[in-house]
């Protein structure tokens, strides 16, 4: 079996922090391009961030940069979205993916289940 699987989600009041995890299984994680996403209701998939542990390299999208920090443990082979002082703006489904470039034609890409992230009072 080849796949992520995303957990962590849940309900959170404005201001608080979650953390998400995203457990590899059939791959090596640390070998691929990682990225998070996150789609809210009614709108497309958006990129929260992109991550590469090979050459060192974090970026984020602006609405999320000094709140979220993408980790890795190569041990357990997992990635981690810690986010903090969440707004309500954030509420979403948050999917983690992983892709390499086979060929010139094609990438290997895979995605996690999803989580829900709830920010709420």
């Known amino acids: 079996q080849l796949q992520l699987v995303d957990s962590g989600g849940g309900l959170v009041q404005p201001g608080g922090s979650l953390s998400l995890s995203c457990a590899a299984s059939?791959?090596?994680?640390?070998?691929?391009?990682i990225g998070w996403f996150r789609q809210a209701p009614g709108k497309d998939r958006e990129a929260v961030s992109c991550?590469?542990?090979?050459?060192?390299?974090?970026a984020y999208r602006a609405s999320v940069k000094d709140r979220f920090t993408v980790s890795i443990d190569t041990a357990k082979n997992t990635v981690y979205l810690q986010m903090n002082n969440l707004k309500p703006e954030d509420t979403a489904v948050y999917y983690c993916?992983?892709?390499?470039?086979?060929?010139?034609?094609?990438?290997?890409?895979?995605w996690g289940q999803g989580t829900q992230v709830t920010v709420s009072s």
């Open positions: 059939g791959f090596t994680l640390a070998d691929y391009g």
């Open positions: 991550f590469s542990s090979n050459v060192g390299f974090a």
């Open positions: 993916n992983a892709d390499l470039r086979t060929t010139v034609e094609s990438v290997e890409v895979y």
